[in-house]
């Protein structure tokens, strides 16, 4: 048995999406999820209990970060990632594919691995499916990825197969190199770009190789909305119904929305917190810069229908006097309240799963958005 | 009867140190009694809800930059500076004098009241002691602070009288603008340098004037600590001692100790906030560099005496990762433990005097120091 398992409860009748639960070691997660990013031990500027207060059940932890700053064999030393930060949830761990290939400097890919420059110091580095493997024992999330390439956007044809084949063969030898099967699950990545017939082979080569979970990896990464949607709709059919599905680095309301509709349990992305930092809040009508101008003299909250701190306490008048003055409260409460918000829109979702309506569901998600920016 | 009352209840046998209360619209703090700054209607990082775990019941606002941003016209508007920043405890606002004089560009000082630019940017402003009521009365604190100069050190006699005999008119002034003696208190400022006969004159000029409290300000600004002692001990027995006695800008835990023990009932100071976001702790063994290299595997607490979030969460180990890795929550967490320390320290002050013995009490206090920083 998997230490990692997931429950399909039910489809909704009207759009096909699935209502679930993913059961770890460290508890039982309703799904569809939505993860916030801890990239580096930390979901930036909350605390733990503020992220259970919100809803967090799983959140992610980066392992390009994590191997980096402060280790690996520090955190294994901690007693992992969970005791090292203090979160008594689950985690997830990416694999670094996506940060060594965004992030590092002077990256060569061999079948062998991945030689990169740290980013932070310059370091020559070199990571191979196993190294990752033994990264990710060491940090001890419940779920952990496989290592990837995560081809750039655009590529060719030629270059998105012969990545995917290596990633293939990167999975299995991830496969075999993952220790600790009893704590922690190993995710595959389905990769293959932007071509239907790549996401398909992807999708069949990785299915065989029979993880406890699969991931799509490699969407949202530049290419028009609607290609991601159309990479679903090619990719998921192909996946087994009995295991959870996970869509990586999205997080758009609008794309949570429709990755649901689409088959997808699991998703992950740095917006709530990056967009939070900068001034911007999520809400069901739209988002809202705090800082503008025109909140100087607004005493009511972000969003009248959020019940989190800073909409329980807080006025947009005085968020934005604070994200004007630098000050970091500022920065914590937007970020707050957007983490609560993605938390209370899966939670919809999943009742709107629930009652058979989650295609009405989306339409008046689009209703209330008026045309502006979800 | 006045907006803010002082109470004593006892004092010291072994020092002449005072127990009271302060009794305010927004509650009773006991004294002696530590305020953190919230400069920008803020304690920098930290929730009204953690500062009132912390134990905090009075935190300071700063006149001079709220004047500028939001405005006090922004924070009346609001429903005044409690409201604004929802703390329901009670607030100080102090006259801007020392900012006035230690930030901003291009100072004129006339009997009048003081030509300036903003440090923002740039803009030339006037505040007056009536300018100066207007404003704190806009911002609505309990106990407000009379507009003084705050002379530079080191000051020749000469200026250091002049400067202190302007500061007694501008109180008189001061104290016929207030208006809204009902729900605040204008406090007096002695000034008069480093120079004992003019501690003095200050002190019985303003003393004269019959505020409903006193402070004391000018010191720990670059003078000897032995100095600032010596004119605490001229200046306190000058005082009232039916009304709190406040110390302005004094944070320091052994200049805290020795300060009640020569009758201060108040203190404030930005040191718990500032040192905190640059990684330094406040501990009873002295100050703890978290970001230090000998720390990075140190699996235990901040301080294993403290009762804060942070040393009841953390280690060492992972609030050096977070402050190392740049992360916000490291500055949170050695923040709320400072803040947290000195009012564990000014409860135990608090304590010694009650058993009358704070004179023993100091000697412990150095003694746990052992020569460290305190």
């Known amino acids: 048995m998997a230490a990692v398992t997931y429950k399909l409860i039910k489809q909704c009748r009207q759009s096909g999406a699935r209502l679930g639960k ?95 420059r740290s980013h932070l110091d310059g370091a020559k580095l070199f990571l191979t499916p196993e190294k990752v493997m033994e990264i990710e024992n060491a940090l001890g999330a419940d779920i952990i990825m496989a290592f990837d390439e995560c081809a750039p956007y655009p590529s060719t044809y030629e270059y998105t197969k012969r990545s995917l084949e290596r990633t293939t063969r990167w999975a299995e030898r991830c496969l075999n190199a993952h220790k600790n099967t009893e704590k922690q699950s190993l995710f595959g990545i389905v990769q293959g770009g932007t ?114 701190p800073a909409c329980r306490n807080h006025t947009r008048a005085y968020i934005r006097h604070l994200l004007k003055a630098g000050e970091m409260y500022g920065l914590r409460l937007v970020t707050i309240h957007n983490l609560r918000y993605l938390q209370r829109l899966m939670a919809e979702i999943r009742q709107a799963i629930m009652d058979d309506r989650l295609l009405d569901f989306r339409d008046e998600f689009y209703a209330k958005l008026d045309g502006n920016r979800p």
């Open 22 to 116: 993913l059961i770890t070691p460290h508890g039982e997660i309703d799904t569809p999820v939505f993860m916030p990013v801890g990239t580096q031990a930390s979901v930036k500027g909350i605390s733990p209990e503020e992220l259970e207060a919100v809803g967090a059940k799983i959140i992610l932890g980066n392992t390009y970060h994590l191997f980096l700053r402060p280790g690996h064999e520090l955190i294994r030393e901690a007693g992992g990632l969970h005791k090292f930060m203090n979160w008594n949830g689950s985690i997830l761990t990416d694999s670094g594919g996506f940060q060594v290939f965004s992030l590092s400097d002077l990256r060569k890919i061999t079948e062998e691995g991945v030689h990169f």
């Open 195 to 308: 071509f239907a017939e790549l996401r398909k082979q992807s999708a069949r080569e990785i299915v065989s190789l029979d993880f406890p979970g699969y991931a799509i990896g490699g969407l949202s990464v530049g290419e028009e909305t609607q290609i991601m949607y159309d990479m679903l709709e090619e990719t998921v059919p192909l996946l087994p119904s009995d295991k959870a599905r996970y869509l990586m680095g999205v997080g758009r309301p609008d794309n949570l929305v429709e990755g649901v509709i689409r088959g997808i349990d699991m998703f992950d992305c740095v917006l709530p917190t990056r967009i939070g930092r900068n001034g911007t809040a999520l809400t069901s009508k739209g988002r809202i810069i705090v800082r503008d101008a025109k909140y100087a003299h607004d005493y009511g909250p972000i969003d009248p229908e959020c019940d989190c």
